[in-house]
């Protein structure tokens, strides 16, 4: 079965620090991979895809997010956290038109 | 750009009434995928129209059917309402049918089931 882990619930991070909202996936074959945001009461907003290439791939807001192919992973990062980077984050495997969406990281920074 | 719009934004129903939901996509996409997301199942694809075709489905029951009209602006309907048909439903277009275009999401429109 095709499947998406974003192990923590809950990623907690001083203002100023990097952050790292981790992600595995288990999709058949080489799948396009991409990360969301969403605010609350609000849709999704698009912030990065790997597509093939140099693993780190960089998107919008300062995010960037590192593919690891013999891990199957896609962990997004950024080296300094704002306050308004707060948000649930969904890393999510394309399969077909599909986006196979995790569970979801709610990311809190505090000032 | 006009981003994705959805109508309505909010809609209360009772167990066993119908609904229809709509979704504008971005101008000149042609691909429109559905989603349902829940506090118990999260985000799950319903299907995906590309030129008023269904060319993808998730795996929900055939109560949950949509449609692709010649504009791309495209419907679901949901009929014989359950209470757990209450989510917020988003609607994603996208310039190409399947590979490396990326979704934009509408705002969704949030349905509660009485």
């Known amino acids: 079965a095709q499947s998406v882990a974003q192990p923590e619930d809950q990623v907690n991070v001083a203002e100023g620090n990097p952050l790292t909202v981790k992600c595995t996936y288990s999709v058949s074959g080489n799948p396009y991979l991409f990360w969301y945001v969403q605010y609350p009461n609000r849709g999704l907003q698009f912030l990065l895809k790997y597509i093939t290439g140099d693993n780190l791939v960089k998107g919008s807001y300062g995010f960037e997010a590192e593919f690891n192919k013999s891990q199957t992973s896609f962990h997004l990062k950024k080296p300094s956290a704002l306050v308004s980077d707060s948000a649930l984050y969904f890393c999510?495997?394309?399969?077909?038109?599909?986006?196979?969406f995790g569970k979801g990281t709610t990311l809190s920074v505090s000032s | 750009k006009a981003g994705v719009t959805q109508t309505p934004r909010y809609l209360i129903k009772t167990r066993g009434q119908q609904v229809t939901l709509s979704c504008s996509p971005i101008?000149?996409?042609?691909?429109v995928s559905w989603y349902q997301q829940t506090p118990g199942q999260g985000l799950q694809f319903l299907f995906e129209?590309?030129?008023?075709?269904?060319?993808n489905k998730g795996n929900f029951p055939g109560r949950f059917s949509g449609r692709q009209f010649s504009n791309s602006r495209s419907e679901m309907n949901v009929s014989t309402l359950e209470l757990g048909d209450s989510a917020l439903y988003l609607c994603?277009?996208?310039?190409?049918?399947?590979?490396?275009?990326?979704?934009?999401f509408g705002p969704g429109t949030r349905l509660t089931v009485t």
């Open positions: 994603a277009s996208s310039q190409a049918n399947f590979g490396s275009y990326e979704q934009y």
């Open positions: 999510a495997p394309l399969l077909g038109a599909a986006l196979i």
């Open positions: 101008s000149g996409h042609r691909s």
């Open positions: 129209y590309f030129s008023e075709t269904q060319r």
